[in-house]
């Protein structure tokens, strides 16, 4: 079942009912302030920072789920209603809810009445725009009461909710016309300050949250909209909100527009004031007048659509099926950058107090989004890099506003530093800049301590060569990209958290995943040993991957797949021998995508396994059959139910691991058939099943094991959007830049027969058409004409257009 449906021409997500499976959201905001936005118009707004810059209040996991936001409320003669839908729920007589690319498009109708709400973040604006668009339908003049209303929230978002004894006792605000200034603590250490205007006169306002509400009203029908009129209401301390009130005549036919604007505003710190205790407003004024009008919020619209435009133009596809198309087009790379912007920090499964950004995950995010942004790119990677440890190990998380690694996690995730060398083979592949190589790099961000980012790779790539345990495969750590396999932590302490306690001393619990990454990134790391004139290097580095690749085959193969891990005692995990958990996809997916076993048939036997054991009709779950009780010497991965997360769900970031290793062995009917089964356009129909959004991936699908098979979880901010982008792209549309050349090598389902694909990569754009004849058999190429061998095509000088024929 469906809940809308996609518009391709306008590149966005029409929801047609409030009643979705769950809240819808998207993301406002491309540079440093940003906004999340459900379809009933829930969520809230941050500048660059989700924790310590919350402009705007929000309360996860509430009754119902998502309220809170900014909304506007009607008083139309005593009849009260939101045109979201949302708080409420007056039934409309029309709904929509538009989802483009970094804005949303609210809509609701009643009783003649139809108010459309644009919400967007200008480019270059540190300010969210809402222009309400009002409409009488009808046949007779109306005269309404208009609200808007937000919750400021008291900038700390972690404090806002837990320090009540000081935070009631705060709240500053100021009002001057239409526009209400919120400067908690700004009479302290703070030089920013918060606005929320309209472009209109009001006749009234509220800032205080228990005036307009009431004590004991609620979001479903505030005392001052009930009312029919706000009380001029000045916040000290309690909760301090934005709330406006305008009154609206229109004669029939008639459209009025307001511009309404909440903005984030800084002053110099010898500039705060206007005159002792009132803000300076100049920067404030400044910003409202870059917005007052519509036809200056049309404009900013404008830049916005083309910005996107400029974007995607980098990879398009024509492949003959549109839910193809709209997600290779648009929605996957939408989703990729929205995962460069927010990491894992805001979203509606991430608080934005959690989570800072992984040393892992954002090197993999890069693989998503680096040919749509080197440059920023470029800057993300060495930032990462400056958290790396001297030893070559890594800080599993970092803060992005102090791009400082996080001391409570720490480091001894033992895949963490390897992932530095697929971001970076990446982003060179991507743009030739070999100069980034020899960029001086702190380690642990200590001046006093560097070396050239070269020289980060290399202790990346030893690190894993100096830690290998009694198999000689790579010892795990605290856990590899399995978080939630924590081999030596060995915890009976309730709530202790897995990721940092401390270890049995003397963990020798090995990884075949991190063996995997390890021969998968080898070749690149000899490559760009090789730019930087280290040709010694570059040999150590194949000969490593050689024996770590006769080490997974001699003690990491168990007959018919790849075994997982061995325990802090040596046991096989991910074995015919264990009851439980006997065989994972990680191994499969990165032992094969290495090469390990491809000439020697057991990669073909793995996926196979893959197939019979983990594949179901909503995905391929991690692991067969899951725990059904805690494992002391497991972790985490035993604590979750059967079914759900790391315990045998369909952990969407790992599939295209096997999608890819399927091209590897030339099957690209297997490999698609596993894309098109988490791909969020092929599941829109089941929308009532899977439940989050049909246009972005989710982390997890619920497995076979779990009463709820096949609902999602945890949309938007997640690796399985890089990785889905490089599988279906690189993989099985087969366009991967490399060092030397850009790759043309699809493996395409025979249902593909014809493949248009544009590629802008290192100032050229390549115009590939593919002529699918079977699945079998090396692609041959034409380059402008001329049959060339193999299936690297040089890359064409920048503004040079080449034609690129493939027949496979
Ligand atoms: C984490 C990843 C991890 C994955 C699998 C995600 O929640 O962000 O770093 O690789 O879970 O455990």
Same mark, same amino acid.
């Given at each position: 079942m469906r809940f809308g449906h996609f518009s391709d021409a306008a590149r966005e997500y029409v929801i047609t009912t409030p009643r979705t499976p769950y809240p819808w959201i998207n993301y406002l905001g491309t540079e440093e302030y940003f906004g999340l936005i459900s379809h009933t118009g829930g969520g809230y707004s941050f500048y660059r920072d989700a924790r310590m810059r919350r402009l705007t209040r929000y309360r996860y996991n509430n009754v119902p789920t998502d309220v809170g936001g900014r909304y506007f409320y009607v008083n139309d003669d005593g009849d009260v209603w939101t045109p979201s839908w949302a708080p409420v729920q007056a039934e409309l007589d029309h709904f929509e809810a538009r989802h483009g690319l970094s804005y949303t498009v609210i809509t609701g109708e009643r009783n003649g009445l139809r108010i459309e709400t644009l919400y967007l973040v200008p480019l270059g604006a540190t300010a969210e725009i809402h222009r309400v668009r009002l409409t009488n339908t009808g046949a007779t003049a109306k005269g309404v009461k208009l609200f808007s209303i937000l919750e400021f929230n008291l900038w700390n978002a972690l404090d806002d909710q837990t320090n009540y004894q000081r935070n009631l006792s705060l709240a500053e605000v100021e009002v001057d016309g239409s526009t209400i200034y919120h400067k908690t603590e700004y009479r302290e250490r703070r030089n920013h300050y918060a606005v929320h205007a309209v472009n209109a006169p009001i006749s009234g306002y509220d800032t205080d949250r228990e005036t307009f509400f009431g004590l004991y009203g609620g979001w479903n029908a505030p005392d001052a909209v009930v009312a029919g009129h706000c009380h001029n209401s000045i916040a000290s301390g309690w909760s301090p909100i934005g709330a406006h009130q305008i009154d609206v005549a229109l004669a029939p036919g008639e459209v009025r527009d307001l511009v309404f604007v909440l903005g984030y505003v800084e002053n110099e710190p010898g500039a705060?004031?206007?005159?002792?205790?009132? %803000?300076?407003?100049?920067?404030?004024?400044?910003?409202?007048?870059?917005?007052?009008?519509?036809?200056?919020?049309?404009?900013?619209?404008?830049?916005?659509?083309?910005?996107?435009?400029?974007?995607?133009?980098? =990879?398009?596809?024509?492949?003959?099926?549109?839910?193809?198309?709209?997600?290779?087009?648009?929605?996957?790379?939408?989703?990729?950058?929205?995962?460069?912007?927010?990491?894992?920090?805001?979203?509606?499964?991430?608080?934005?107090?959690?989570?800072?950004?992984?040393?892992?995950?954002?090197?993999?995010?890069?693989?998503?989004?680096?040919?749509?942004?080197?440059?920023?790119?470029?800057?993300?990677?060495?930032?990462?890099?400056a958290t790396q440890l001297p030893d070559g190990s890594a800080y599993h998380q970092y803060q992005l506003l102090t791009k400082r690694g996080n001391h409570d996690i720490g480091s001894g995730f033992n895949d963490d530093p390897l992932w530095l060398i697929e971001g970076v083979a990446a982003y060179v592949s991507e743009t030739g800049d070999l100069a980034i190589l020899d960029e001086d790099?702190? =380690?642990?961000?200590?001046?006093?301590?560097?070396?050239?980012?070269?020289?980060?790779?290399?202790?990346?790539? +030893?690190?894993?060569?100096?830690?290998?345990?009694?198999?000689?495969?790579?010892?795990?750590?605290?856990?590899?990209?399995?978080?939630?396999?924590?081999?030596?932590?060995?915890?009976?302490?309730?709530?202790?958290? =897995?990721?940092?306690?401390?270890?049995?001393?003397?963990g020798s619990a090995e990884s075949v995943f991190i063996a995997g990454l390890f021969v998968h990134c080898a070749p690149d790391y000899a490559t760009l040993a090789e730019a930087v004139r280290a040709p010694e290097e570059a040999d150590r580095a194949r000969r490593a991957a050689a024996a770590m690749s006769a080490v997974v085959l001699d003690h990491g193969w168990d007959g018919d797949w790849f075994v997982r891990a061995y325990d802090y005692f040596g046991n096989k995990i991910g074995s015919s021998e264990c009851d439980e958990g006997r065989i994972y996809i990680e191994p499969q997916g990165f032992c094969v995508m290495a090469g390990i076993g491809v000439e020697s048939g057991e990669a073909v036997r793995a996926l196979d396994s893959v197939g019979?054991?983990?594949?179901?009709?909503?995905? *391929?779950?991690?692991?067969?059959?899951?725990?059904?009780?805690?494992?002391?010497?497991?972790?985490?991965?035993?604590?979750?139910?059967?079914?759900?997360?790391?315990?045998?769900? *369909?952990?969407? +970031?790992?599939?295209?691991? %096997?999608? *890819?290793?399927?091209?590897?062995?030339?099957?690209?009917?297997?490999?698609?058939?596993?894309?098109?089964?988490?791909?969020?356009?092929?599941?829109?129909?089941?929308?009532?099943? +899977?439940?989050?959004?049909?246009?972005?991936?989710?982390?997890?699908?619920?497995?076979?094991?779990?009463?709820?098979?096949?609902?999602?979880?945890?949309?938007?901010?997640?690796?399985?959007?890089?990785?889905?982008? %490089?599988?279906?792209?690189? +993989? *099985?549309?087969?366009?991967?830049?490399?060092?030397?050349?850009?790759?043309?090598?699809?493996?395409?389902?025979?249902?593909?027969?014809?493949?248009?694909?544009?590629?802008?990569?290192?100032?050229?754009?390549?115009?590939?058409?593919?002529?699918?004849?079977?699945?079998?058999?090396?692609?041959?190429?034409?380059?402008?004409?001329?049959?060339?061998?193999?299936? %690297?095509?040089?890359?064409?000088?920048?503004?040079?257009?080449?034609?690129?024929?493939?027949?496979?």
């Open positions: 705060k004031w206007e005159s002792p205790g009132v %803000v300076n407003k100049a920067p404030a004024r400044a910003l409202l007048q870059r917005f007052s009008t519509s036809e200056q919020v049309d404009a900013a619209m404008v830049e916005l659509r083309s910005y996107w435009d400029d974007l995607l133009s980098t =990879f398009t596809v024509d492949s003959g099926d549109p839910r193809v198309d709209r997600m290779v087009n648009v929605w996957n790379p939408y989703q990729c950058m929205v995962t460069f912007n927010m990491s894992r920090s805001a979203s509606y499964f991430e608080t934005g107090i959690g989570r800072g950004m992984g040393f892992r995950d954002s090197n993999q995010d890069l693989l998503g989004f680096v040919h749509l942004v080197p440059d920023r790119a470029r800057e993300r990677i060495l930032d990462i890099a790099v702190p =380690f642990d961000n200590d001046p006093e301590d560097t070396g050239t980012l070269f020289e980060h790779l290399r202790r990346s790539f +030893h690190h894993v060569l100096h830690n290998r345990g009694p198999h000689g495969l790579p010892l795990i750590g605290r856990a590899d990209w399995n978080d939630c396999l924590n081999l030596n932590c060995f915890s009976e302490t309730p709530g202790e958290s =897995f990721q940092t306690t401390e270890n049995l001393a003397g019979k054991i983990l594949d179901t009709d909503h995905g *391929i779950m991690l692991l067969q059959p899951p725990y059904t009780s805690y494992h002391l010497e497991l972790g985490e991965i035993s604590t979750y139910p059967p079914g759900y997360k790391e315990n045998g769900s *369909i952990f969407c +970031h790992s599939n295209p691991w %096997v999608m *890819i290793a399927e091209t590897m062995v030339g099957r690209g009917d297997r490999a698609f058939a596993y894309w098109k089964k988490i791909a969020p356009t092929f599941r829109e129909e089941i929308s009532e099943v +899977h439940r989050l959004e049909p246009y972005v991936y989710a982390q997890m699908i619920a497995g076979k094991d779990a009463p709820r098979h096949g609902e999602a979880k945890n949309s938007w901010l997640t690796g399985t959007a890089a990785w889905n982008f %490089v599988a279906i792209t690189q +993989h *099985i549309l087969g366009v991967k830049p490399e060092m030397e050349g850009l790759r043309v090598q699809p493996c395409l389902p025979a249902e593909m027969t014809k493949v248009e694909v544009t590629r802008r990569c290192r100032g050229a754009q390549y115009r590939i058409t593919v002529a699918n004849r079977g699945e079998s058999g090396s692609p041959r190429l034409a380059v402008d004409g001329q049959p060339i061998n193999g299936t %690297v095509v040089p890359y064409g000088p920048a503004g040079s257009i080449v034609e690129i024929t493939v027949d496979c």
